[in-house]
């Protein structure tokens, strides 16, 4: 008699299986990305401003607001670490990847995943100061008003969140869970995970 083998095939995790709710859905997320969009739009016409992203959270977002945003613009991209692995601030703010041009007396719109101390933005706000742009202004999708050390100015503010751990549309934990589409919070077990 011959036994028959069943092969059992375990299909990789998904992020999305660590996500214990969705905040913002993709849906929400496109909303307010083409009410920015519009609201820089109609300030920066005629200005040829230049968007600042900070990698890497910011990435999808950028990449979706600025496809809202018709008019003539450039990129440049900065890279800071502040985190580390953890979910809390060190307060300690490092740039990994400085500018590519010159920002001298060009309209500067800083793009942002999402403000929370306000220590990393202090930085960039205070080193972008220093190369004499014409003006200098923030963007950023998520705000968490509770956990502001750090008074910082927004000027385009997709939305207020509570003070919560959150990932996905480039926010990450330990660099993972950027690619999601939607902005959610972990279960609490993935913490601590290896
Ligand atoms: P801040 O310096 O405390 O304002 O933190 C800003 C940076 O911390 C952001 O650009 C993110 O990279 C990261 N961060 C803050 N809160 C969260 C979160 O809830 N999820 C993922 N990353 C976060
Ligand atoms: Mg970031």
New binding site residues.
């Given amino acids: 008699m011959v036994a028959s083998v069943t092969t059992q095939i375990q299909s990789p995790r998904s992020p999305t299986d660590d996500i214990a709710e969705v905040l913002l859905d993709a849906q929400a997320i496109a909303g307010k990305v083409a009410e920015l969009g519009a609201r820089i739009t109609a300030d920066y016409a005629g200005k040829d401003p230049v968007l600042v992203s900070?990698l890497k959270?910011?990435l999808p977002f950028l990449a979706d607001l600025m496809r809202q945003i018709p008019i003539p613009l450039s990129l440049d991209f900065l890279e800071v670490s502040?985190?580390g692995n953890s979910?809390e601030?060190s307060g300690v703010?490092r740039i990994l990847k400085d500018l590519a041009h010159s920002i001298k007396d060009r309209h500067v719109l800083v793009v942002?995943?999402?403000?929370?101390?306000?220590?990393?933005?202090r930085y960039v706000l205070e080193h972008l100061d220093q190369q004499k742009p014409a003006s200098v202004k923030l963007c950023t999708l998520l705000d968490?008003p509770a956990?502001r050390i750090v008074p910082i100015t927004v000027d385009y503010r997709g939305v207020e969140i509570p003070d919560?751990?959150?990932?996905g549309y480039g926010?990450?934990?330990n660099e993972r869970y950027r690619n999601l589409p939607f902005i959610g919070v972990l279960k609490p077990e993935v913490y601590g995970r290896p």
Avoid: H
């Fill in positions: 900070i959270g910011a502040s985190y979910t601030s703010v942002e995943d999402i403000l929370d101390t306000g220590f990393t933005l968490k956990r919560r751990f959150v990932v926010l990450d934990y």
